[in-house]
């Protein structure tokens, strides 16, 4: 997508239309494999639409089995082909392979941390009684599948220290088992609970059992596909099977309710969390816990705004709550006079958005962004500033986890050249100490970050995070990654990559843009990526490839584009409504038909976000926009790599194939597109390190090849390069 006249084409046509374009007068070196179409139109209000790859949606129909068989062969002949994949791969080994460790917690009078030797799949959970004891392995996830495919996806540490309660996921699937290991003998108890999605577990304040959230058993042969409505909270007590565990609360007349059980930490009370899919807001409910048969309570029903529980003084509640109040506030809530016009204000609305809040040693601990950056403060529980946490640096802090009698909390610090290291924090004193620091072998003086603001299509100024080698040259010439997400909420902060690192070591430039969905800047940053605005994220994200063009960090032919999951809509969306911008794309586990993204799993979920194509005029919106919808044949598409997973059970790899299929027939150009289907993985969580390291090193190869880039044999740039574009 970018030739030189393509800034002021899109000043006339809009950043929002297709552009048409000549494609490269080149033959065609890849013969695709044949994706039959068949003849099905649905309905949208009038409007008729073709989904002739709908047999795609079955992922266990045999056709679909052999075109996926297909496929893989295509692009794993194409990715051998690449003779820097292999020094690539070679070079991600060896930067990979480092200790790391996370932030540590405490609970029944010991510490959990987490620790990954370097190559190791999957981290090791280990617990100590005081921290510079020796270690005591407690749960190593490398053992219970001999591939790593088998993740931790939770724990929790009973009160009294002797249990262990863990989640676990194959395969990368969002379906969860939960065990419980006794941890002074490090063996596991009977107690098995199945058909756990989205939900930790909280234990009672007498470690007699936990809460936890579950649906009903699916169909084994479409577990991965089907919509997960009418999720139901439990409470598991220990040494009973499954079957006799007590519902604590459903709502047969709210199918998309989904509830998380909390325990306060006075063990009193049991905060119920009510969602409705990804929606920015939420009903609070509370139980009674030492009044026997009490029923649960609504205190905030309205469904107005976002309350996040921090913690309680007997009926008092504290929230982290963005009720009036778009960047965050603290507010206290007495549950026995709890009118709007009695609640608290603690801490208000700042210029900063809050992120997160803790409360450790009778003090608030508050986690803010600042233009994408960290920022922690420290409160009285009455609301006054003690102090500014002195962060090592510009960066992303995160943890600062804790109860109220703890003197101390630990936090991790990093950094897009900072591997993260962990620190333990006093809060009284307000000093910080080292506690954990990794080793990479790198040089990171040898990189340096800048953070600019640009202008958006309609003046919005976005900032954009951009990391490369020092000294780079501004001539047009950098292979420039852009990666971005733009939605649901969600912060991109500076943190370390052991990818990011190898590309820039390839003399690749990596930018970050702040998009507007995500959640910098609060709710209206959010808002205005939402829905019938959805547009102006794809906006902000085209602007932020022109600023780095224009101001001759890259240039079209130097420029790709990546993200994953809601990133992927956002590459699909941007590479279809601008192929003459990039050279490459890759969109990652994408969500590419905004038509039917509802029907699968917690799809219906992310309505909050996209709106549905049940509504009209929010049919109208996405049908603007959805990347299966918007090729068009006869286009000269950037390189595409597409990749997707066998079990991904949240975005269903149906909207990768269907992609695939209709751009191989629309591509016009010789760019190559290939889809990259991986097995026995999911999403991306718990994705085994053998396994991120085999797809970085095809996404980085794909790259070398498709953007013309010399590597060298231990992985770095060739001296001199100016990677000129290759026939592909």
């Not at 239309?17 to 068949?38: D, M, R, W």
């Not at 603290?330 to 026995?336: N, P």
């Not at 986690?367 to 609301?383: E, F, H, M, P, W």
Request: hydrophobic share 35%.
């Amino acid at each position: 997508m970018y030739l030189k006249h393509a800034l002021a084409l899109s000043v006339i046509l809009g950043s929002g239309a297709s552009i048409a374009q000549q494609c490269p007068a080149a033959s065609q070196t890849l013969s695709y494999p044949a994706s039959k179409k068949v003849d099905q139109t649905d309905d949208y209000h009038g409007v008729k639409v073709a989904d002739p790859y709908r047999w795609l949606e079955n992922a266990n129909g045999d056709d679909t089995k052999a075109w996926i068989e297909a496929q893989n062969k295509l692009t794993q002949g194409y990715l051998e082909t690449i003779p820097a994949r292999t020094a690539i791969r070679d070079r991600l080994t060896k930067l990979w392979n480092y200790e790391r460790f996370s932030v540590p917690f405490k609970e029944g009078g010991r510490y959990f941390y987490s620790r990954n030797d370097g190559l190791q799949n999957q981290a090791v959970l280990y617990t100590v009684k005081h921290l510079n004891d020796a270690p005591r392995l407690l749960l190593d996830p490398n053992t219970l599948a001999a591939d790593g495919t088998v993740a931790l996806a939770g724990i929790a540490v009973s009160p009294d220290g002797k249990y262990l309660a863990y989640g676990t996921a194959a395969s990368g699937s969002d379906w969860n088992e939960w065990k419980v290991r006794d941890i002074e003998s490090g063996k596991d108890t009977a107690d098995h609970l199945q058909w756990v999605k989205f939900s930790g577990a909280s234990w009672a304040h007498d470690s007699s059992g936990f809460f936890y959230s579950r649906y009903d058993a699916p169909k084994e042969a479409t577990k991965l596909a089907d919509v997960n409505y009418f999720q139901k909270l439990y409470f598991h007590k220990m040494g009973t099977p499954q079957s006799d565990d007590v519902l604590v609360y459903d709502r047969p007349d709210q199918k998309e309710w989904g509830f998380v059980g909390h325990v306060t930490d006075d063990g009193k009370y049991l905060i119920v969390s009510i969602s409705q899919g990804t929606e920015q807001k939420n009903r609070v409910y509370y139980k009674d816990l030492g009044k026997k048969d009490a029923a649960m309570q609504p205190l905030l029903d309205d469904f107005d705004a976002s309350y996040d529980f921090i913690d309680n003084d007997g009926p008092v509640f504290y929230f982290n709550s963005n009720k009036d109040a778009p960047k965050g506030s603290i507010i206290a809530i007495d549950t026995r006079q709890p009118q709007a016009a009695k609640w608290k204000m603690i801490v208000p609305e700042a210029q900063e958005t809050l992120q997160g809040a803790n409360v450790v040693d009778q003090r608030l601990v508050l986690d803010y962004l600042k233009d994408a950056r960290s920022q922690i403060k420290v409160y009285t529980l009455n609301g006054k500033l003690v102090r500014e946490v002195a962060l090592p640096g510009i960066g992303s802090a995160s943890g600062f986890g804790g109860k109220r009698s703890d003197k101390e909390t630990f936090y991790s610090f990093t950094g897009f050249t900072t591997p993260a290291a962990i620190y333990r924090y006093d809060v009284a004193t307000g000093k910080s100490s080292l506690y954990r620091q990794p080793k990479v072998d790198f040089d990171p003086s040898a990189f340096e970050t800048r953070q600019v603001f640009y202008s958006s299509k309609d003046g919005t100024k976005v900032p954009m995070f951009i990391v490369s080698k020092k000294g780079i040259k501004l001539d047009g010439s950098n292979p420039t990654y852009l990666y971005g997400y733009g939605g649901f909420n969600i912060s991109l902060t500076p943190a370390f990559s052991v990818a990011n690192l190898a590309w820039m070591e390839m003399g690749g430039v990596y930018a970050l843009p702040n998009l507007r969905g995500g959640g910098e800047y609060g709710k209206a940053w959010h808002e205005a990526g939402t829905k019938l605005h959805k547009q102006n994220v794809f906006d902000d994200f085209i602007g932020a490839a022109q600023w780095l063009i224009a101001n001759k960090y890259t240039s079209p032919q130097k420029l790709a584009i990546g993200g994953g999951s809601n990133g992927g809509l956002l590459v699909g969306a941007t590479m279809v409504q601008r192929p003459d911008l990039f050279a490459a794309a890759i969109p990652q586990v994408g969500v590419m038909d905004m038509l039917r993204f509802h029907k699968f799993t917690i799809g219906w979920g992310w309505t909050s976000d996209y709106g549905s194509s049940d509504n009209a005029d929010e049919f109208k919106a996405l049908y603007a926009y959805s990347p299966l919808h918007n090729l068009k044949p006869g286009t000269c598409y950037p390189a595409t790599l597409v990749t997707t997973a066998d079990h991904d059970d949240r975005v269903v790899p149906a909207h990768s194939f269907k992609f695939v299929a209709t751009e191989q027939a629309d591509q016009a150009g010789a760019a190559p597109v290939l889809i990259r289907i991986d097995t026995k993985a999911g999403h991306g969580a718990g994705k085994p390190t053998s396994k991120q390291i085999e797809e970085v090193a095809d996404r980085w190869g794909f790259l070398t090849k498709v953007l013309g880039m010399q590597v060298a044999p231990d992985g770095a740039a060739v001296a001199g390069d100016v990677a000129k574009p290759v026939a592909n």
